[in-house]
């Protein structure tokens, strides 16, 4: 069992101490200089995202350092990228939220599902990085992920507007019965204190972005509100704040759940696996094409689940990769994965001495926080880029926006639909490949000769099929060679170009094998030409490659012109053929 396991670790690509390929490289002084102090900025801002973000996902703001502590150590020393950094993140926070919400639990309850979230999601992905699954990701297609993150960024933003304005208990069923709630109430119901904090937090956290890009605009904003909040005792007008958080370090202990709530978990648990997954490799990639740095999906797989396995057991929720943390490091000069352990270090040390620092900080600031960070993130552009290049994506894009603005804050079945409409479009696009008769053109190459207005031959007909055969399409190819059978009563040989044809099932062999009598009952010759290998094997293992013959397969169309005309001579006409060099 150990052998095998070994085995298949190898197999897959993985490896055990993937850090070793940057430990080294901190033994020079400006390395390791770089990393701690691109360390210490990305902690200045994973502090306060940590806690917001927490919020959101209807936790206490400790359980978001708890997620920023040990989580951005594993997913550094077992990932495959160098400048990504994981911990609590906003859409994999609401996705939370929206999993729990439902289920009615008590607030000690709520931690723990929260964190056995975490632990399935960590075992989710560690198996599909193992055994190489890591390309199921690939059905959360690109125009499915722009219409999703688009819509969750507003479904984020929407629910932190209320916190903005000091309201509670408007929460609906759906979001717009919310935002309606809302909007009722805010005249009637808001609390003034709060408005002037929120406000204020959202100015400057905007204005030092434009005037002071380069630096820690949260942790600043941060720490002018909350040095005000202590100063005009904001807590004593009835301001939200953080509260009392305990020192020390989180404790490592198993979630427990009543059993009949796992499989409730079960298919949320699996979306956070491959959205976060997907969210952090994409941020991984981009980092990546800018440092031409190796990056490994099955083994970042491996890091993000065992990263999502450990916030579980310590008292944590799921995490991903961060976009805005990841650009800080990068901006900040981040060689290794040393910064996010450095960034690590610092909450752990923030969780030791200093969370009595954090009591007044107004929640109206976290969601400020929030709201300014997950703005970014929405861009109509994509939508319009997607219909240019392909409308079936356009109409994918714009379809799981509406349906995960509809669905809130349910949003895990935004990417189903999503999923279900792009295999469908999917499969509707391939039931009918391109199906041509072709002909030779001047410059030597085959045309579609009714697209070039190029003439054909009565006795002799060359069709391109250009797409996989499959029960999807297997029917069209049949009606399609049968009506150009019918279309030429004069036919004496007809040849099917297959290069293109790269899988083929059962009913697509059984296709060929009903045109084939078909066409030796019209008194037609059969030829394929250019089969792929896969294409002629499975023909082969079928008997249908014997059974049409083995000299009706030419792996060249000059080889199987030449021997049409020499077999048949002047009972077909190949002029509109003729071959004048290699093909």
Same mark, same amino acid.
């Given at each position: 069992?150990?052998?095998?396991?070994?085995?298949?670790?190898?197999?897959?690509?993985?490896?055990?101490?993937?850090?070793?390929?940057?430990?080294?490289?901190?033994?020079?002084?400006?390395?390791?200089?770089?990393?701690?102090?691109?360390?210490?900025?990305?902690?200045?801002?994973?502090?306060?995202?940590?806690?917001?973000?927490? #919020?959101?996902?209807?936790?206490?703001?400790?359980?978001?350092?708890?997620?920023?502590?040990?989580?951005?150590?594993?997913?550094?020393?077992?990932?495959?990228?160098?400048?990504?950094?994981?911990?609590?993140?906003?859409?994999?926070?609401?996705?939370?939220?929206?999993?729990?919400?439902?289920?009615?639990?008590?607030?000690? #309850?709520?931690?723990?599902?929260?964190?056995?979230?975490?632990?399935?999601?960590?075992?989710?992905?560690?198996?599909?990085?193992?055994?190489?699954?890591?390309?199921?990701?690939?059905?959360?297609?690109?125009?499915?992920?722009?219409?999703?993150?688009?819509?969750?960024?507003?479904?984020?933003?929407?629910?932190?507007?209320?916190?903005?304005?000091?309201?509670?208990?408007?929460?609906?069923?759906?979001?717009?019965?919310?935002?309606?709630?809302?909007?009722?109430?805010?005249?009637?119901?808001?609390?003034?204190?709060?408005?002037?904090?929120?406000?204020?937090?959202?100015?400057?956290?905007?204005?030092?972005?434009?005037?002071?890009?380069?630096?820690?605009?949260?942790?600043?904003?941060?720490? &002018?509100?909350?040095?005000?909040?202590?100063?005009?005792?904001?807590?004593?007008?009835?301001?939200?704040?953080?509260?009392?958080?305990?020192?020390?370090?989180?404790?490592?202990?198993?979630?427990?759940?009543?059993?009949?709530?796992?499989?409730?978990?079960?298919?949320?648990?699996?979306?956070?696996?491959?959205?976060?997954?997907?969210?952090?490799?994409?941020?991984?990639?981009?980092?990546?094409?800018?440092?031409?740095?190796?990056?490994?999906?099955?083994?970042?797989?491996?890091?993000?689940?065992?990263?999502?396995?450990?916030?579980?057991?310590?008292?944590?929720?799921?995490?991903?990769?961060?976009?805005?943390?990841?650009?800080?490091?990068?901006?900040?000069?981040?060689?290794?994965?040393?910064?996010?352990?450095?960034?690590?270090? &610092?909450?752990?040390?923030?969780?030791?001495?200093?969370?009595?620092?954090?009591?007044?900080?107004?929640?109206?600031?976290?969601?400020?926080?929030?709201?300014?960070?997950?703005?970014?993130?929405?861009?109509?552009?994509?939508?319009?880029?997607?219909?240019?290049?392909?409308?079936?994506?356009?109409?994918?894009?714009?379809?799981?926006?509406?349906?995960?603005?509809?669905?809130?804050?349910?949003?895990?079945?935004?990417?189903?639909?999503?999923?279900?409409?792009?295999?469908?479009?999917? &499969?509707?696009?391939?039931?009918?490949?391109?199906?041509?008769?072709?002909?030779?053109?001047?410059?030597?190459?085959?045309?579609?000769?009714?697209?070039?207005?190029?003439?054909?031959?009565?006795?002799?007909?060359?069709?391109?099929?250009?797409?996989?055969?499959?029960?999807?399409?297997?029917?069209?190819?049949?009606?399609?060679?049968?009506?150009?059978?019918?279309?030429?009563?004069?036919?004496?040989?007809?040849?099917?170009?297959?290069?293109?044809?790269?899988?083929?099932?059962?009913?697509?062999?059984?296709?060929?094998?009903?045109?084939?009598?078909?066409?030796?009952?019209?008194?037609?010759?059969?030829?394929?030409?250019?089969?792929?290998?896969?294409?002629?094997?499975?023909?082969?293992?079928?008997?249908?490659?014997?059974?049409?013959?083995?000299?009706?397969?030419?792996?060249?169309?000059?080889?199987?012109?030449?021997?049409?005309?020499?077999?048949?001579?002047?009972?077909?006409?190949?002029?509109?053929?003729?071959?004048?060099?290699?093909?």
């Amino acid at each position: 069992m150990k052998n095998y396991l070994a085995d298949l670790i190898r197999d897959a690509g993985l490896r055990f101490i993937p850090f070793v390929d940057w430990i080294g490289e901190l033994k020079k002084p400006e390395i390791l200089k770089a990393d701690i102090f691109a360390g210490i900025t990305v902690a200045l801002v994973l502090i306060p995202q940590s806690m917001a973000n927490a #919020q959101l996902a209807g936790l206490p703001p400790k359980i978001g350092l708890y997620s920023a502590f040990l989580i951005p150590i594993i997913a550094a020393l077992f990932g495959s990228s160098r400048q990504l950094q994981n911990g609590p993140v906003a859409i994999i926070s609401l996705m939370t939220a929206a999993a729990l919400i439902p289920l009615n639990l008590g607030p000690e #309850q709520y931690i723990a599902y929260a964190a056995m979230l975490g632990v399935l999601a960590g075992v989710m992905q560690l198996v599909l990085g193992f055994l190489r699954l890591g390309i199921m990701v690939d059905f959360l297609s690109h125009p499915v992920v722009i219409g999703f993150i688009n819509a969750a960024a507003i479904v984020i933003c929407s629910l932190q507007v209320s916190k903005l304005f000091g309201i509670t208990g408007i929460d609906g069923e759906h979001l717009y019965n919310t935002i309606w709630n809302l909007i009722l109430a805010i005249p009637t119901h808001s609390h003034m204190p709060t408005v002037a904090v929120g406000g204020f937090s959202l100015v400057l956290l905007i204005v030092l972005k434009k005037v002071a890009p380069k630096l820690p605009v949260i942790m600043i904003t941060m720490v &002018i509100v909350t040095v005000m909040s202590w100063l005009f005792k904001y807590e004593a007008m009835g301001g939200a704040v953080v509260g009392k958080i305990d020192s020390g370090l989180p404790s490592l202990v198993f979630p427990h759940i009543k059993p009949g709530d796992l499989t409730a978990l079960l298919l949320p648990a699996l979306m956070i696996a491959l959205l976060s997954f997907v969210e952090a490799f994409s941020i991984a990639k981009a980092v990546a094409q800018k440092t031409r740095q190796h990056l490994s999906a099955d083994q970042e797989m491996v890091g993000k689940g065992l990263a999502n396995l450990v916030a579980g057991v310590t008292q944590g929720y799921a995490v991903s990769g961060s976009f805005s943390r990841t650009a800080v490091a990068f901006d900040a000069g981040a060689k290794t994965g040393f910064t996010a352990i450095v960034s690590g270090m &610092i909450v752990g040390i923030t969780l030791l001495f200093f969370t009595g620092l954090l009591y007044h900080i107004p929640i109206a600031t976290l969601a400020a926080v929030i709201i300014v960070a997950v703005a970014g993130m929405i861009h109509f552009e994509p939508f319009h880029h997607a219909w240019k290049i392909s409308p079936h994506d356009g109409f994918v894009a714009l379809t799981v926006f509406l349906g995960t603005l509809a669905l809130a804050p349910h949003i895990e079945w935004g990417i189903f639909l999503g999923v279900a409409l792009s295999i469908g479009l999917y &499969i509707y696009r391939t039931m009918k490949p391109h199906f041509a008769e072709v002909a030779l053109d001047s410059d030597g190459t085959f045309r579609d000769a009714k697209l070039f207005g190029m003439e054909t031959s009565e006795s002799l007909a060359l069709f391109r099929y250009d797409g996989d055969l499959y029960f999807a399409n297997s029917s069209y190819l049949e009606k399609k060679l049968l009506n150009a059978v019918a279309d030429k009563p004069k036919l004496k040989v007809l040849l099917l170009d297959l290069e293109a044809v790269d899988q083929i099932d059962v009913t697509g062999v059984e296709m060929l094998a009903k045109m084939f009598e078909h066409l030796q009952e019209a008194g037609v010759e059969f030829f394929i030409t250019r089969p792929k290998f896969k294409l002629s094997d499975a023909l082969k293992r079928s008997g249908l490659y014997d059974n049409i013959g083995a000299d009706k397969f030419f792996s060249k169309r000059s080889d199987a012109l030449k021997t049409i005309k020499e077999k048949y001579g002047e009972m077909v006409d190949t002029s509109h053929l003729e071959i004048h060099k290699p093909l």
